[in-house]
């Protein structure tokens, strides 16, 4: 079987002699040898690029097989053809490759497995590195391609669901709550699904003219994990939308795998909008449905969640409009009674009553202060007199009042013995009334028991 792929073109004689130790000028006019490594090339002595693209064939010449995980996101048979050719893309960077088999190690490795290589499938390939010199192009030669097993996958997801447990990204309290009632609602779903359809209708029929903005994506596929994270973030970025839901139908396991990718999962958590997963049926459970701040089970059941039913609210509001009017009747009843109550008391009928009342309470304790405060005045005044007969009986001037007299000496002193003057001395008299200035004309011995 003959190789229909693109043959490399043999370095043409003309370049043989591009790396000697001497030789080549670097351009028309000038004797300058071409720089022996790409670190010695200057702006004035650089590489020609067939030189470059040798070198790089010389380096990935060097380059063993190599076993690479990836994608087949384009595979287009060519019946008759001895080469196949396909693009295999990384599983979770936008990053694609060429890659060529021959047809017959391709029908071998098929029957050896008993699985097609199709479009989207996840596989691992043994493939050698090939540089295109003229294209300046590179490829990889495979002689095995090995599908990746479901087992496998899912085995790679429990790890990555442990390792997003232990970054707390599926932890309760980071989840957002959904709102009661969101102005608008982003619907990431496939092309024409049915989910599309379960989600818009059932909502509206709850809330009818609810906004949706819809991204239709892939679901499935080598572009899912693209497509959906993109119109998360879109949708995210849009101040309008209150809620994301991610709809998609029932499907195989390896359908679903996009949404368990960690991309994916990550853009998702990092969303400020809360998102609801409504991803395959009630025993699916990608790790965008732990992620997300509510897993519904259905694209219906996301559609009943993420609004609340117009009947139900509308009756709701009427019931509790009938209980605010019972209890306000109950109350105006009630307030009723106790002002009938008030009314019946004998005050309301002649209101002057309880006025005369009070009225005579007043005068019979102004009297009682009147008596008490009269009595405390007698006794006070009869202290006050009995004080004062007592003050003038023990007087100095009520001595005097008597008859008595004090007699002072000139120099001021009291005179209390006959003494303390000899005759012929004046002396004062202070008397009750007045004064008087006398002489002495003699005096008596005072009695010898007597004080002098």
Known sequence: MTDSSPRRTPSPPAQAPLNPPAAQPAGPGTSRPLARLARETTPENPWPLRLLSTKIDEYVNKMTFVWVEGQIVQFNRRPGSGMQYLTLRDADADMSMSLSVFTRELAAIERATGVQVTEGSRVVVHAKPRFWTKRGSLELRADDIRPVGIGDLLARIEQLRRILAAEGLFDAERKHPLPFLPRKVGLVCGRNAKAKDDVVVNARLRWPGLPFEIRE????????????????????????????????????????????????????????????????????????????????????????????????????????????????????????????????????????????????????????????????????????????????????????????????????????????????????????????????????KPVSNAPE
Not at 397 to 412: C, K, T, W
């Open 217 to 444: 994506v892939a679901v499935q596929g080598a572009q899912a994990v693209r497509e959906v994270t993109a119109a998360i973030r879109e949708l995210d970025a849009d101040p309008s939308v209150d809620v994301i839901v991610v709809a998609r139908g029932g499907g195989a396991v390896e359908d679903l795998l996009p949404f368990s990718d960690e991309g994916l999962v990550r853009a998702a958590a990092a969303a400020r909008t809360p998102i609801v997963s409504a991803i395959g049926h009630e025993t699916d459970c990608p790790l965008l449905d732990l992620v997300a701040d509510y897993r519904a089970s259905t694209p219906t059941d996301a559609a009943r969640r993420i609004v609340p039913d117009l009947a139900e609210e509308t009756m709701g509001l009427d019931q509790a409009r009938e209980r605010m009017r019972t209890v306000l009747r109950s109350r105006l009843d009630a307030e009723q009674r106790g002002l009938d109550q008030v009314l019946a008391r004998p005050v309301m009928a002649d209101p002057t009553l309880i006025v005369r009342d009070r009225v005579a309470e007043l005068e019979q304790a102004r009297e009682r202060m009147r008596r008490a405060l009269s009595a405390t005045l007698s006794l006070a005044d009869a202290d006050l007199r009995a004080d004062h007969a007592r003050l003038r009986a023990l007087s100095p001037q009520g001595v005097l009042d008597r008859g008595y007299a004090i007699l002072r000496s000139p120099g001021g002193g009291i005179i209390t013995s006959a003494r303390q003057v000899k005759k012929g001395d004046l002396i004062e008299g202070v008397l009750a009334s007045g004064r008087l200035v006398a002489q002495v004309v003699g005096t008596t």
